[in-house]
């Protein structure tokens, strides 16, 4: 697990070193145990290195046996024993036992439709020497960032895009457009960041670049999704047989490695099932690590604890206290330099420590659950489309309001489910289908921030950009691959699109990889991802009960969870931590009228109002108050995140710019 960087020059503009060494040191967190450069004519690669994989050998950048090839990568290779294997039985004579140098010699050998064997987490750089061309490539789903910007002769790219910035080659400025979709998706639409003229590369391509010639993306991998009545079978057994057998493979292929392996547990049956498994495939002892919040409606500590003793593995506790003198305003501003994207909620801030502590534990690798509810229909919106369908069968607009009212109101307040009526209006879901090419799971949720996303921005911000170019696009590129399909898979499709790797990956990768960890995502392997594809929607989602197919194979194995306890969203505290009158004056530099109007995205005296709002509302009582509260905090929140990334990266008050402020102009 690294950081990549690269400066490649298509005109031969010459490319002074210290561009390179400064992008290395930007990524230090990345790859603490070494750093290396490696630059000719045309490209200077940068590389920083996390040792987990033939420590002692897979220095880089690597050069091919025959010198011709240079690589720069950044992940891991699950296959690549097999691999090495078969290049070896071809009569390569590899020199390290390293997964880099597998990956080099087979594209080396057979050229980009190598990727398609690879089986990992991936973004890697290769470089000919003998033509000058360059190609990077990233992971099928997204699971490892890669970022790039180009002018007409320069092309830029790192594993984060403040590895750009402190090549003092790009100027940073905000995409507005992108930071308003994070007021409705929670997420920039994909290749577009939060900056202008940075892009990400996209999961399952790659792209080309030669001398002179324009850059060639291409799509090598997607998922599908079987039309209507293509199941290969409807029973039951076959698909729980096939679906343990699958994960249990991903969670052991993925224990490759010279390292500790530790998993993150929480409450939840995701993480849990990954102790279980890792408990028996693993030949050393288990150490995970939990979250303890001494506030009570968000504490899944006996529950957790419950499950490692049950278990019998080692478990490390963070805790997290609402009430401590210290503020969590330092935390989010790491937090957010490293995750370089606006946030609505605060769960990072515990994340981040919790990779800490796996750090000061001395562990360089940890499992984690993310990725199961997009794989398995997880959401709370997967059950609102259920909701949907349902009451789709019932002509009568006041039948189907009572059906909502009385038999989900255990699940949602009834001011969501009010809102939820609003936009299951048999028009309303004519008029998003024919928008989307199908009624997106997720629809609800981008609309739940209601009049606050569009009235939070200044009138200037909002006419310099109308909302509709990004996401359109995009909805155009998925159109063709949701038709004839189930309602809950084309929400599944869009999801592996957008918010898996915009959200999910995004911080999984950013808030392990600021403290050194590689965070392993078993329920991502690409193999398990094709096979639940294929699988019947009703063993994913049945009815209200999401995630089925994962409960049958699991909770045999695990302990019973107590009869009242209700799945629930991880979420943390947002007015204690940051909003209360005792807690205000902290945010006040990034929130006070002279800052916002400094960043010119949003509407000072709205924002104030939003404030004292949140200060003055009596601590919800019901769904319905609480619900009040969430749109407020999360409101907030983002306006927040946002004014502090201005501050760290349009102000370039953050550590990446030191290196390029101290040249000479």
């Not at 801030?349 to 499992?367: A, C, E, G, T």
């Not at 959401?379 to 369908?389: A, K, T």
Request: proline share 5%; glycine share 6%.
């Amino acid at each position: 697990m690294c950081g990549i960087n690269l400066i490649y020059s298509r005109g031969g503009t010459p490319i002074d070193r210290w561009r390179i060494e400064a992008m290395n040191e930007a990524l230090g967190h990345r790859g603490p145990d070494e750093q290396n450069i490696f630059s000719d004519a045309h490209v200077a690669l940068g590389h920083t290195r996390l040792s987990i994989v033939d420590i002692a050998g897979g220095h880089q950048p690597m050069q091919s046996a025959d010198g011709r090839y240079v690589i720069v990568f950044n992940g891991e290779i699950y296959n690549y024993r097999f691999l090495q294997q078969r290049l070896r039985n071809q009569g390569v004579a590899l020199r390290t036992d390293c997964d880099t140098e597998v990956v080099l010699e087979l594209i080396a050998r057979e050229g980009l439709a190598g990727v398609s064997l690879l089986r990992g987490m991936f973004a890697f750089a290769m470089y000919d020497r003998d033509n000058a061309s360059l190609f990077l490539v990233r992971d099928r789903l997204g699971i490892k960032p890669l970022f790039y910007s180009q002018d007409a002769d320069l092309f830029v790219a790192s594993s984060e895009a403040k590895g750009i910035f402190a090549s003092g080659l790009v100027e940073p400025r905000f995409n507005v457009e992108s930071i308003r979709d994070f007021f409705f998706y929670q997420f920039s639409v994909s290749p577009h960041t939060m900056f202008m003229d940075i892009v990400e590369l996209p999961p399952g391509h790659y792209v080309e670049l030669r001398a002179g010639q324009e850059p060639k993306l291409t799509c090598y991998w997607d998922v599908a999704f079987p039309r209507d009545g293509e199941y290969e079978s409807f029973d039951e057994s076959y698909w729980t047989s096939a679906f343990l057998d699958g994960l249990k493979d991903a969670t052991e292929s993925h224990l490759i490695g010279e390292v500790p392996i530790g998993s993150y547990l929480s409450g939840g049956i995701d993480s849990s099932t990954i102790a279980w498994l890792l408990k028996d495939i693993y030949d050393q002892p288990l150490k995970t690590f939990s979250i303890h919040f001494t506030n009570e409606t968000m504490d899944e500590s006996d529950i957790y604890r419950h499950t490692a003793r049950f278990l019998g593995v080692n478990n490390v506790e963070l805790t997290m206290d609402d009430q401590q003198e210290a503020s969590f305003l330092p935390e989010l501003e790491k937090c957010l330099y490293h995750l370089e994207q606006p946030q609505r909620l605060a769960v990072d801030i515990p994340h981040f420590l919790l990779s800490d502590l796996v750090r000061r534990n001395r562990y360089k690798v940890v499992y984690t659950g993310d990725g199961a509810d997009e794989l398995l229909g997880g959401y709370d919106c997967f059950r609102q489309d259920y909701m949907r369908i349902r009451g789709n069968q019932i002509p009568n607009a006041r039948m189907r309001e009572q059906l909502y009212l009385t038999e989900y109101t255990q699940y949602f307040s009834e001011d969501y489910i009010r809102l939820l009526l609003e936009l299951h209006d048999p028009e309303e879901q004519r008029e998003t289908i024919e928008r989307f090419g199908c009624y997106p799971a997720w629809f609800d949720f981008w609309n739940i921030l209601g009049e606050h996303a569009l009235e939070v921005f200044d009138e200037s911000a909002l006419l310099a950009t109308p909302h509709t170019g990004q996401f359109e696009t995009l909805v155009r590129r998925m159109k063709p691959h949701l038709e004839n399909r189930h309602p809950l898979n084309q929400s599944l499709y869009i999801e592996t699109k957008t918010r898996l790797p915009g959200w999910i990956l995004w911080k999984s990768d950013r808030l392990s990889m600021a403290h050194s960890v590689e965070a392993r995502v078993p329920f991502v392997d690409h193999e398990l991802f094709e096979l639940a594809a294929r699988m019947p929607p009703e063993f994913k989602l049945r009815g209200m009960d999401e995630k089925y197919v994962l409960k049958q194979v699991a909770r045999p194995h695990l302990p019973p969870h107590p009869a009242d306890h209700k799945k629930r969203a991880f979420y943390t505290p947002i007015r204690e931590w940051f909003f209360t009158r005792d807690r205000s004056a902290q945010v006040e530099p990034y929130l006070n009228h002279e800052a916002l109007s400094r960043c010119g995205l949003f509407d000072a005296a709205y924002v104030t109002s939003l404030r004292e709002q949140l200060a003055n509302a009596a601590p919800p009582t019901d769904y319905n108050s609480y619900y009040r509260i969430m749109k407020l905090e999360w409101t907030l929140m983002l306006v927040l995140s946002v004014q502090i990334l201005h501050e760290q990266f349009v102000r370039k008050q953050a550590p990446c710019f030191a290196r390029a402020k101290a040249m000479p102009a």
